[in-house]
């Protein structure tokens, strides 16, 4: 059965999307998913394309990195929660923060803070802010909307980021700026990434109650101001593994050994070219050091948290390998050229930003692929736009616009993974209960891109 580039293209992911709702079990699907498409490419033979699909993914440069640096950020939250860190700039917060409102604009203005990387914005704040939203009867899925919203988008549109650095090389890569001017173009496209603007100022427009509610985040809302039961029944297992590392007794909590490995992470990826898996080593490095030196913990406890905090990640990272062999089979199967050829037809100079935002949005949302789809796709979309003589700058931002929106709300994309994990929900719960605001967040960007086109 010939299936690449064909519509057929779109079965596995078909198949992952009512899988993972009716199972509500991402993993599952995304194994599911991926084994079918293996079947469509391989026939009889999909156990052997298995294999080899597992190892190219296990051995690919970006899983790897994705792996060290979610696990080692795992292991340093641990050492920052087994020191009684976290719980110390939790009661700082919470002696300044009266109500859910002002608890959730403080999650979104140190999410703001988070700039450097989406990663470390996800599982940071979340793990931060869990404990003092949980006094306030927020709900974790209500946390994980606010946590997400300020973690790709504001990433995406402040440049010095691992989001700037990566688009700007492929920017470069691909004849849209001159050597050593990929970051320039970058930032001259900013003010067109829509979505991700759209996305975090809803935040604050929901939290004050200006967008209320909706679907499935009204009935968690309700659940948690009624009952005090902010961590979905479901999500139980992931809260006991965030329990699993608990503050040392005796310990005298210390605020800034919370503050201080923050504010190193984010100055050492910058320093390093926003290089966030230095950031993380030497960051880690000095913290080790620090409750070493401070006799905090022995140097078993030391090394031990760090293995537990490792452990944590077990299962988002399972996760995401399971997205990203998904991914693999989706470019063999030509999915991503499949939508954009599909489109191709119909497209002007003054539809182009809007089209690419919704074709490559949804390419990025069912493939779970912020990144990677775009070294395959962002050619295609390149030559389009000269055929057509669009306006460059608008395309860009779009393209930007696009994997943002995939990011932010595709079940099994990386942020969705980590933010839920961080906070405590599953990732469906978390993208179930955000699905609402982000379509509002993608119509609203839609508008935009047409307003402008036709200005």
């Known amino acids: 059965m010939e299936a690449s580039g064909t519509l057929l293209s779109l079965l596995p992911t078909a198949l992952v999307f009512v899988l993972a709702v009716w199972t509500r079990r991402p993993i599952e699907s995304l194994i599911c998913g991926g084994l079918a498409g293996l079947g469509m490419l391989h026939g009889a033979d999909f156990v052997s394309g298995f294999a080899d699909t597992s190892l190219r993914v296990l051995t690919d440069e970006d899983v790897a990195w994705v792996i060290l640096v979610c696990g080692f950020m795992g292991s340093l939250i641990a050492l920052l929660i087994r020191t009684g860190s976290t719980s110390a ?31 470390l914005n996800s599982l940071a704040v979340g793990a931060a802010m869990r404990n003092l939203t949980d006094k306030f009867r927020v709900s974790r899925e209500k946390l994980a909307y606010v946590v997400d919203s300020t973690a790709a988008p504001i990433s995406v549109i402040i440049p010095y980021s691992t989001w700037g650095a990566f688009f700007g090389g492929l920017l470069v890569a691909n004849g849209l700026a001159g050597e050593g001017q990929g970051l320039a173009v970058y930032i001259s496209a900013i003010p067109y990434m829509f979505y991700a603007w759209v996305a975090v100022i809803l935040v604050p427009v929901a939290i004050c109650g200006g967008l209320p509610a909706l679907g499935p985040m009204k009935a968690a809302e309700q659940r948690a101001r009624e009952t005090g039961v902010t961590v979905p029944p479901e999500a139980a297992h ?3 593994a965030n329990q699993a590392v608990q503050p040392k007794p005796g310990i005298r909590p210390r605020v800034w050994l919370f503050v201080l490995p923050m504010l190193t992470l984010v100055g050492t990826t910058m320093a390093f070219d926003n290089d966030f898996l230095i950031g993380i080593y030497i960051t880690l490095g000095a913290t080790v050091a620090i409750v070493l030196g401070l006799r905090l913990l022995d140097l078993h406890e030391t090394f031990d948290t760090v293995i537990d905090g490792f452990k944590t990640m077990i299962e988002p990272l399972a996760v995401l390998v399971a997205a990203f062999i998904l991914k693999d089979v989706n470019d063999a199967l030509g999915l991503p050229a499949y939508v954009v050829s599909t489109m191709e037809p119909l497209l002007t100079a003054e539809l182009l930003p809007a089209a690419i935002f919704v074709s490559m949005g949804l390419v990025s949302f069912m493939t779970g692929s912020n990144w990677g789809v775009f070294v395959i796709v962002l050619p295609i979309v390149t030559s389009l736009a000269h055929n057509l003589g669009a306006d460059m700058t608008l395309v ?54 047409l307003g402008i086109a036709y200005l």
């Open 396 to 449: 860009i931002g779009a393209t930007l616009s696009a994997s943002t929106f995939g990011s932010h709300a595709c079940f099994y994309s990386d942020a969705t993974v980590l933010t839920a994990q961080a906070t405590g929900c599953t990732p469906l719960q978390h993208a179930l209960t955000q699905i609402p605001y982000a379509l509002i967040a993608a119509l609203i960007t839609v508008i935009g891109y």
């Open 89 to 119: 700039f939790t009661a700082a917060l919470a002696d300044r923060v009266s109500t859910a409102r002002g608890a959730l604009l403080t999650t979104w203005g140190l999410g703001i803070f988070m700039f450097v990387d989406d990663y």
């Open 238 to 240: 992931i809260e006991r």
